[in-house]
């Protein structure tokens, strides 16, 4: 009786080790996913949970990489190098009318500003009036103009647009004064208002976002829960941004996001959220849908929820 007693205790605990191991091996099988960026705040978040560990916390691997051009990451997203990315509503869009099968997941918190040049003048938007503003045409940067001249009472018909595709060729000309105004993300805006450019006005003031995080559809039905572990992950790096200051992130504002350092020292951070789907009777990707509508950059018969997942943030 005795050796039936231990040989059964024995057993529970081989048993028990097996289970462990193979809850070990579950949680190593969530397969990992790439997101590609560009130095920009939006991704901010990720770039704190991967320096704080959070990925790790919540079991799952994530790779970010990094692009100097919209054309690079996209090209990467749609030959299946990445799985995802940190975009603008408006390339989203467009990728989706072109015939790649991706979704937008979730908003971003990153601002475009509209920036008059230091010897411009041009003290305020109403003042673009019949100036050159560089813009890359059909993209965030040519919506965010629009917007912008709307917002003063002008159309794209009052200003001389000037297309400058690559944004350091966009801020090297406003910092040699050989353009009135141009959109900039950051760092560039910051710096140039270092340099003395006049911020007009910002998109989010405006109550506009226009980035957000896409997956391809690929991704979603065979990673769906990492990305929601991913998500977890971006919240805690939400939490952590809105409990520190700048001086707590300056190493990844300058490493990452190309911030000059004075400049770092020096910048507000945007109050981030946490993850949240975009919906599709928001403003801003209803603004978007209908601009490339009236530019005939995709049919009438786009669909706004064709584009969205709300899934996956829960």
């Known amino acids: 009786m005795r050796y039936i007693t231990i040989f059964a205790v024995l057993s529970a605990i081989i048993l028990f080790s097996a289970c462990s191991s193979n809850k070990k091996q579950e949680s190593k099988e969530v397969p990992a996913i790439t997101i590609g960026v560009m130095p920009s705040m939006d991704y901010l978040p990720l770039a704190v949970a991967q320096r704080e560990g959070y990925f790790e916390k919540h079991e799952v691997k994530v790779n ?39 979704k937008l997941t979730s908003k ?9 040049s230091a010897q411009s003048g041009i003290n305020n938007l109403s003042e673009l009036k019949g100036k050159k503003i560089a813009v890359s045409q059909n993209t965030v940067i040519d919506f965010c103009v629009d917007m912008a001249l709307t917002n003063a009472g002008l159309t794209a018909n009052d200003v001389e647009k000037i297309e400058i595709n690559k944004i350091p060729d966009r801020f090297e000309m406003l910092r040699n004064n050989k353009i009135d105004a ?45 990305i929601k572990k991913m998500y977890a992950a971006y919240n805690d790096g939400v939490a952590y941004l809105n409990s520190h200051t700048v001086a707590d992130v300056k190493d990844i504002l300058v490493k990452d996001l190309k911030f000059p350092e004075p400049v770092a ?12 789907p975009v919906l599709v009777n928001d403003k801003d990707i209803q603004a978007v849908i209908t601009w490339l509508s009236d530019k005939k950059l995709i049919n009438d018969s786009f669909k706004v929820e064709d584009l969205i997942n709300d899934q996956l943030t829960q």
Not at 182 to 203: C, D, H, Q, R
């Open 182 to 226: 141009t959109g900039l993300p950051n760092p560039f805006a910051l710096i140039a208002a270092s340099e003395g450019g006049k911020l007009l006005v910002s998109m989010d003031s405006l109550k506009y976002t226009v980035t957000g995080i896409v997956f391809s559809q690929s991704a979603m039905d065979t990673k769906g829960e990492a």
């Open 64 to 102: 970010i990489e990094k692009f100097l051009s919209a054309n690079q990451r996209d090209i990467a997203f749609q030959s299946g190098t990445v799985d995802g990315g940190v975009t603008d509503y408006t390339s989203a869009a467009l990728l989706k009318a072109g015939g790649f099968d991706m």
């Open 265 to 276: 020292e020096k910048v507000t951070l945007p109050k981030y959220t946490n993850a949240q």
């Open 108 to 116: 971003c918190q990153a601002p475009f500003y509209i920036v008059a």
